[in-house]
């Protein structure tokens, strides 16, 4: 990959949490978004962010919230490589047991982490965790209820993805062992 800047602002050791990030082109939507997440309640986190060949001013947008924390690793490509490509390269710098998905036009509740950690805390079983979410398009609102428990997510899962991938996460392991296809 050519990776045209590094900029690590992480000052957390031990995050329990690694954020992915990868945009393209989103400076309408990534402030928003970035916000939510460092409003989280949960504090032990690192945010990676991979800037995916950007042109608009979103990398100039992400650079002023660097000044407002210190867990951030930023990463700037001049090239396009997709979403799956970006996702295995961030893995590689994550330092969390767990891996969280956020996009950059995704709003997360502000206790998504302290609620997601309290179940894996309490289902020691589970490896990969989703939610409910609320699709927004064109300013209109639209609850989505997901499935809720082994069962019916193996039911649904030859037909469509039953996990909203803007809510999920993820031990560690299982996404190192398993990465993301590229070839979607």
């Given at each position: 990959?050519?990776?045209?800047k590094?900029y690590?602002?992480?000052?957390?050791?031990k995050p329990?949490?690694?954020v992915l990030i990868?945009?393209?082109?989103?400076?309408?939507t990534?402030?928003?978004?970035?916000?939510?997440?460092l409003?989280?309640t949960?504090k032990?986190?690192e945010?990676?962010?991979?800037?995916?060949?950007s042109?608009?001013k979103?990398?100039?947008?992400?650079?002023?919230?660097?000044?407002k924390?210190?867990?951030i690793l930023?990463?700037?490509?001049?090239?396009?490589?997709?979403l799956?490509?970006?996702?295995?390269?961030?893995?590689?710098?994550?330092?969390?047991k767990y891996?969280?998905?956020?996009?950059?036009?995704?709003i997360?509740?502000?206790?998504?982490f302290e609620?997601q950690?309290?179940?894996?805390?309490t289902?020691?079983?589970?490896d990969?965790?989703?939610?409910?979410?609320?699709?927004?398009i064109r300013?209109?609102?639209k609850?989505?209820?997901?499935?809720?428990n082994n069962?019916?997510?193996?039911?649904?899962l030859p037909?469509?993805?039953?996990?909203?991938h803007?809510?999920?996460i993820m031990t560690r392991?299982?996404?190192?062992?398993?990465?993301y296809?590229?070839?979607l």
């Open positions: 990959m050519q990776i045209k590094i690590d602002h992480r000052k957390l050791k329990e949490i690694s990868s945009y393209l082109n989103n400076e309408d990534i402030k928003k978004s970035l916000e939510s997440v409003k989280q949960y032990k986190f945010i990676i962010i991979f800037s995916d060949g042109t608009d979103s990398d100039s947008i992400v650079i002023n919230l660097l000044q924390t210190d867990n930023f990463i700037k490509s001049n090239k396009n490589y997709g799956t490509k970006a996702l295995n390269f961030m893995i590689k710098f994550s330092k969390g891996i969280a998905r956020h996009d950059a036009d995704d997360s509740d502000k206790r998504r609620l950690l309290n179940h894996f805390r289902n020691r079983n589970v990969l965790l989703g939610s409910n979410c609320v699709h927004i300013g209109k609102k609850f989505i209820k997901m499935p809720t069962l019916s997510i193996k039911k649904i037909l469509r993805n039953p996990l909203a803007s809510s999920v392991k299982v996404l190192v062992k398993y990465k296809d590229q070839s």
